[in-house]
C-alpha cells in the first residue's frame, strides 16, 4: 500500500511567520519518510483542496524548504474561505474527502485561525462519518492572538515586536519635531476585536514621557472628552502624544470609530482609517498639528523585525503537529504553555479543536490600566517575552532575500470543481 | 583667550540617521579639544540658539554620544523654523551672533536640508559684515534626496531600505491572500517634489511579478486611465497589483492626488492620505478589494532596518564638516562623491553652501520607464547602493535601545528672546 499522505493549507490572513510553521510541518514530515508520504500544500489554502490544487512539497528542494523559516506570508497562497456548514454545503465536504482519497491523504494539517480550527475539527469528525478516516490537526496562527487556551499565537510575537518598535522610533521623531511643528502623532494597529496588538504597543514606554502616551483599546469604549483632556495632558507635560489606536476602537454603543464599510468571507467589516479619523478630531477640537500612520500589511508581514520566540515557537507548532499525527492524535491543536517560573520558558502543550473552534480570547481588563488608556504592569510582563530576541532574515544586496518556491501541483486525477 | 566653541543645530524634518551626523560632529570634536572648546547644541535647532538654549553636549558621556550613531530622530531637537532674509528680519541675526559672541561660539555647523544650507551660507555672510566670523559649515540631510551636487543625502538610504523591504513584505502578503481576497494594495511613500524614496521602493522588484508593480512618481503627470488599464493588466497576469505612490503625486494641471490642505512653516503645503484616495479609485472603477498603508514618520525613523552606508556616510558628512571647519574652510558642506569604478565606492567631497542652497535636485527622467509606472536599470544601478548594508541597533527585552540625553542646557548670559 502506498504510503499515506499529507495535506497542509495555510487559511486566513497571513503573518510574518506562518511560513515558519510550514517549514516546521515539512521539515519533520521529512524526517519521516517511512510514515508519510508526499506533504501537499493546497494552493491558496483550503481552496487548493476542493481544486485540486495540490502543490507537491517534495518537489522543493531542502534549502526552499529551509528558507521558509525566514520568510513572512503564505508561501502557498492562503484564503479567506470558511467552509459552511455539513448540512448547509455537504458537496463541499464530499468533495475535500474525494480529494483527499484521490491522493491518499490522511492527514490535514490547518495552519489559521479560530474559524478554520473549527474547519478541521469539522472535517476530522466527517471523515470517520464517511469511513475515510483523516487524522486533522490544527496548527495555530493568527496575529490578532485571539485563540484560547494556548498563552499566545503564533504571529502575534512578531507584530507586537514591530508596532512596539515602530511606536517607539516614530514617538522619538515627533519628539524633535514638537516644538514648531507635528505635536500628535496617531498609529492604526491591526486588532479587529481585541486590544492585544494595540496592549502590545505599550512596551515601548519604559519610562514617564516616552511614547506610546495614550492606547485606544476595542475593550474601552472610547469616550471622546476624556481623551482629548488625556491628549492635551500629555502636549502640556511632555510637548506631544504619541496615540496607538486599534482598528476596532469603537463608542460605547458598538459603532466602530471609523467603519470603511464592506466585509469579508468570515462576514468580519473591514476596517481602516481610523487614525485619520482620531488625527482630525484632535486637530479639529485641540488645534494641534498631527501626522498619522496606518501600518496595515506592513505589521504583520515585517518579518525583518520578527521577535525570535515566536519565529521559534511557530516552527515548533508546525513541528509539533506532524508528531502529535504520527502519534495517533487527532482533533487537537498544539499550543503554547507558558511556564510557571520567573524566567519566561514555554513548551509546547494540546489542545482540542472542539474547545479552540470559534472561541475568541478577549484581553483581560487587568491588563489594561485603570484610566483605560494604557497597559499595566500586568500586561507587561506577558507580552514581553512574546517580543523578545531578533531573528534577522539573510539579506543580499540591502534587501530580505525571502524563498522563492517552484509550487509545481500534483498532477489532477478528478473532475474539475466548480 | 577661550577656546572657540561650537554650536550644532538640526533642522527640519528628522530621518534615522541625522543623529549619526550628530555622533560624528561631536566624537571628532573631542579629538580636537585643543582647538575646539564645548561642543554646544540646539535645544530644538536653530530655535535653540535664538532663545540661547545650548545643549552642552560636553555634559554627555563618551557612551550616550557613541549610541546616538544608532538612535533616530533629532537627539536635540529639530525645528521646522526658517530665517527670513536679513532685510526681512534683521533683529533675528543680530540676536543669533549676539547669543555667539556672548558664548564664544565661532563655529556653527548646521545639519539639514536646502534650507538650513540657505541660513547657513547667510550667517556666514552676515557674520562677517558684523566684525565676528564665524566659521559656517552644513551638513546634508533630507530624506528626499533632493540637495543638489552632493551624490546622495543622508537619511535618504534608509528610507529608501525601508520602502523597498516594506513593499517586498506586503506584496508577498498580498500576494499570499489575492486570491479570494486583497487585489490591490497601495503604499504611500514620503517625497513632497521629486519620487527618489518612491523610486527606490521599486528596488524590491527584481523579477517579472515582484511588487510593486506600479509606481507614480510626482515627477509624472497622473493619467487615471493609463492607471486604470495597468492595474487591471497587473490583476490579470499576477492575481494582484502592487502599487507605491508618492505624496507628491499630481495631476497634470499639478493639483497633487490627494491634498490634506495646511502648510508647513516653510511654505510646503503638508500632504497626506494619497493612499486610501488611489485605493478607492480603483475600488470603484475596477471593484477590487484593497488594503492600503500610510507608513508616514515610520519610514524616515525606521532606525532598525537603517541602510549600513546610510549610517556610514551620516557619520562621515558629520566628521567632515568638524574637519572642514578646522581646516579653515567655510561656507561649504561635506558631500557624498560616487566612484566611477563598477563596484560602489564614495568619498567625502565638498560644496559651497551657496550653490547648494535652494536648489532641488529632481530625479532624472532617464530613472522612470518609459511607461512612466516604473523604475529603469539605471535608476537600480544608482540606488542599489545606497540601501546596502544592515545597521542594527542593540536591542534589550526585545526592542531597540535608543540614545537617553541629560540635554543639560549652559547657564543663559543674555536676556530672554520673545
Redesign the interface.
Known amino acids: 500500500m502506498a504510503k499515506a499522505n499529507l495535506f497542509y493549507a ?1 487559511s486566513g ?2 503573518t ?1 511567520v506562518i511560513n515558519a510553521s510550514a517549514c516546521g510541518v515539512i521539515e519533520t514530515a521529512r524526517q519521516h519518510r517511512d510514515k508519510i508520504g508526499k506533504v501537499y500544500a493546497g494552493l ?2 483550503i ?1 487548493g483542496a476542493l481544486r485540486e490544487n495540490l502543490i507537491d512539497t517534495n518537489k522543493e528542494s531542502a534549502s526552499a524548504i529551509a528558507a521558509l523559516r525566514s ?5 502557498f ?5 470558511k467552509l459552511k456548514s455539513y448540512e448547509e454545503n455537504q458537496r463541499e465536504y464530499e468533495r475535500l474527502m474525494e480529494v483527499f482519497k484521490a491522493h491518499n491523504i490522511r492527514y490535514f494539517l490547518y495552519n489559521g485561525g479560530g474559524d478554520s480550527q473549527d474547519t478541521a475539527n469539522k472535517v476530522s469528525r466527517l471523515s470517520l462519518d464517511m469511513g475515510f478516516p483523516i487524522t486533522c490537526i490544527g496548527i495555530p496562527k493568527t496575529v490578532d492572538n485571539d485563540l484560547p487556551i494556548t498563552d499566545n499565537c503564533p504571529g502575534f510575537g512578531s507584530v507586537a ?1 514591530y508596532v ?3 511606536i ?3 514617538g ?6 514638537c ?3 507635528t505635536k500628535i ?1 496617531v ?1 492604526e494597529v491591526m486588532g479587529r476585536h481585541a486590544g492585544w496588538i494595540a496592549g502590545a504597543a505599550g ?2 514606554s ?2 514617564e514621557g516616552d511614547a506610546p502616551h495614550i492606547i485606544l483599546f476595542p475593550e474601552i469604549a472610547f469616550n471622546k472628552e476624556k481623551f482629548l483632556k488625556k491628549v492635551n495632558a500629555c502636549v502640556k507635560k511632555f510637548g506631544y502624544c504619541a496615540i496607538v489606536v486599534s482598528e476596532g476602537a469603537k463608542y460605547k454603543d458598538g459603532r466602530f470609530l471609523a467603519d470603511a464599510g ?1 466585509a ?2 468570515f462576514g468580519h467589516v473591514q476596517l ?2 481610523v ?2 479619523f482620531v488625527a482630525n478630531m484632535v486637530k479639529d477640537e485641540l488645534g494641534y ?1 498631527y ?8 505589521q ?6 520578527a ?1 525570535a520566540t515566536d519565529v521559534e515557537q511557530a516552527y515548533a507548532v508546525g513541528k509539533s503537529a506532524v508528531e502529535f499525527a504520527l502519534q495517533g492524535k487527532n482533533a487537537v491543536m498544539p499550543i503554547i504553555v507558558r511556564g510557571t517560573g520567573k524566567k519566561y520558558s514555554w513548551k509546547v502543550g494540546e489542545a482540542r479543536l472542539s474547545d479552540v473552534a470559534n472561541v475568541e480570547k478577549m484581553m483581560p481588563r487587568s491588563y489594561i490600566s485603570r484610566d483605560g488608556f494604557h497597559i499595566t504592569d500586568k500586561a507587561r510582563e506577558y507580552f ?1 517575552p ?5 531573528d ?1 532574515p539573510e ?1 543580499k ?4 532575500q ?1 524563498a ?1 518556491l517552484k509550487r509545481i501541483l500534483e498532477k489532477k486525477k478528478l473532475k474539475k470543481w466548480e
Chains 1, 2 share one sequence.
Not at 504583520?300 to 523585525?305: D, P, V
Not at 512574546?386 to 531578533?390: F, K, R
Request: overall charge neutral; proline content about 4%.
Open positions: 495555510q490572513g497571513v510574518s491558496n489554502g481552496v520568510t513572512p506570508a503564505g508561501a497562497g492562503s484564503c479567506r474561505y515586536k512596539a518598535v515602530s517607539r522610533e516614530a522619538l521623531d515627533v519628539a524633535s519635531m516644538e514648531s511643528s502623532f498609529m512596551l515601548a519604559e519610562q464592506g469579508d468571507a481602516g482609517g487614525a485619520p498639528k501626522h498619522w500612520a496606518v501600518a496595515d500589511y506592513l504583520r508581514s515585517a518579518r525583518h523585525i521577535s514581553q512574546l517580543i523578545a530576541g531578533e534577522y539579506f544586496n540591502g534587501l530580505p525571502y522563492r
